[in-house]
């Protein structure tokens, strides 16, 4: 099975950057569809960006959209939340997640196979 790993937490000002990086233990990485979510303390964990396997389709979630955007490099075994203009509600840790012989991109957490421990990131006013 797959094992993934979350990197580029951290903390940051308002209207900040950061880049997310997920690196996962198999070079067929191309197989899964990735997905992130994100979890704030006392609430449940949320959908945040998707992408299929070849990368060719993604989607974000409204909260994010035009913020955030995900993209895979499948040669380097790793897939990518750039986050951009962040506020304080974007503080929560980040996970990425894997679905085996995904064609598609999914955006509901029971669709995954695999997830990675999570990288806190935490946006400060």
């Known amino acids: 099975q797959v094992q993934l790993v979350e990197s580029g937490g ?19 990485i191309s197989n899964y569809a990735m997905g ?23 989607t974000t979630a409204d909260s994010v959209k035009g913020r955030f955007a ?8 790793t897939v990518y939340l750039q986050m951009n203009s962040l506020k ?21 957490s029971s669709d995954y196979d695999t997830w990675g421990r999570g990288t806190q990131v935490t946006v400060s006013s």
């Open 10 to 28: 951290g903390l940051v000002q308002v209207g900040g950057s950061l880049r997310l990086s997920c690196a996962a233990s198999e070079r067929t």
């Open 88 to 108: 304080p509600e974007d503080t929560a840790v980040y996970y990425c997640a894997a679905r085996r012989a995904g064609a598609y991109y999914y955006i509901r």
């Open 70 to 77: 995900i993209s895979r490099g499948n040669a380097r075994n």
């Open 36 to 58: 992130w979510f994100r979890q704030a303390p006392g609430k449940e964990r949320d959908f945040v960006a998707a992408i299929n396997r070849d990368g060719s389709s993604a």
